[in-house]
């Protein structure tokens, strides 16, 4: 057997692991069947010899692999979890193979609610709780540290054990009105500023955004746009845990995380977040804006 043949022969023993794995962190058939291919790819190109465990460097690369692949789908508009699970397909009847998988522990209800989890908490809760994956392999591949990862684990399992529904938010509409937030701040109009804001709406500030000039609470949209007309010129569009945000950065690390709940096409509540640990495991993904 030549080295071709045994690294595929090792790669196929490892196959229904991967494939196991990656279903359960993307929910979608075709989905995982690509993430297992390009971690062959992967291996293919790489240079063996420097791998002490195939089995925990190969979890690693379809972990990347498939938290790239849900950061894609979160940009997107989202799809209903029947457009893309197979198993809430009534025309579609799974291989005996996929069977056994979902049968083993991921049923409709978790596929549903792991759907409301941000990308880093569907992934360290699937690697941990499911696969027993140790938090030191899960940290690197969400770039977090070990204690962020178990943090961010424990948190997607609370929502998880917490949530007998997922709630209903149009990620896309919150994306524009949050934008329309940000180009009204940046640009002083604070007519437009009244427009986004709920008469209502509440702006939370934690102990590090107030010692960084942010008032700790403000009610009242016209109170809430005076605090931030003109400003915010430093703000980028991101998801935070998966849904659109800002965040203000210095020299590339994030200083104040700001998060929206949006009502009715308006923003209720503002949450200004700077603590040192929060800003260790929140999960943010760039967006254009």
Same mark, same amino acid.
């Given at each position: 057997m030549d080295a071709d043949d045994w690294l595929a022969t090792r790669f196929e023993q490892n196959r229904d692991r991967l494939r196991a794995v990656a279903y359960r962190i993307l929910g979608s058939e075709p989905e995982?069947?690509?993430?297992?291919?390009?971690?062959? *790819?992967?291996?293919?190109?790489?240079?063996?010899?420097? *791998?002490?465990? !195939?089995?925990?460097?190969?979890?690693?690369? /379809?972990?990347?692999?498939?938290?790239?692949m849900l950061r894609t789908r979160r940009g997107r508009p989202e799809l209903p979890v029947s457009d893309h699970s197979p198993v809430l397909a009534d025309d579609v009847v799974?291989?005996?193979?996929?069977?056994?998988?979902?049968?083993?522990? /991921?049923? !409709?209800?978790?596929? /549903?609610?792991l759907e409301t989890l941000s990308p880093?908490?569907?992934? #360290?809760?699937?690697?941990?709780?499911l696969f027993a994956v140790p938090f030191e392999d899960i940290a690197p591949i969400i770039g977090k540290s070990p204690a962020a990862a178990r943090q961010i684990a424990s948190r997607a399992r609370r929502r998880v054990r917490g949530t007998p529904e997922p709630t209903s938010v149009d990620v896309v509409r919150q994306q524009e009105v949050v934008s329309a937030f940000l180009a009204a701040a940046r640009n002083a109009d604070f007519s437009a500023l009244l427009e986004v804001l709920d008469p209502e709406v509440v702006l939370r500030a934690d102990?590090? #955004?107030?010692?960084?000039? +942010?008032? $700790?609470?403000?009610?009242?949209?016209? &109170?809430? $746009? &005076?605090?931030?007309?003109? &400003? $915010?010129?430093?703000?980028? !569009?991101?998801? /935070?845990?998966? +849904?659109?945000?800002?965040?203000? +950065?210095?020299?590339?690390?994030?200083?104040?995380?700001?998060?929206?709940?949006?009502?009715?096409?308006r923003v209720a509540t503002i949450d200004l977040r700077g603590d040192a640990e929060y800003l260790q495991t929140v999960d943010l993904v760039s967006l254009n804006g």
């Open positions: 995982a069947e690509d993430a297992v291919q390009e971690t062959w *790819i992967r291996l293919s190109r790489s240079d063996t010899a420097t *791998i002490d465990n !195939l089995g925990g460097w190969l979890t690693t690369v /379809v972990g990347r692999i498939c938290l790239d799974p291989d005996p193979e996929l069977e056994a998988v979902q049968a083993d522990s /991921v049923g !409709l209800a978790l596929l /549903v609610v880093a908490e569907r992934l #360290a809760f699937v690697l941990h709780d102990a590090t #955004a107030a010692e960084r000039g +942010m008032a $700790a609470s403000v009610t009242g949209h016209d &109170r809430v $746009a &005076r605090a931030f007309t003109g &400003r $915010a010129q430093a703000a980028k !569009l991101v998801l /935070v845990d998966g +849904m659109p945000g800002l965040v203000w +950065m210095q020299r590339g690390e994030p200083v104040v995380v700001f998060s929206f709940t949006v009502v009715d096409g």
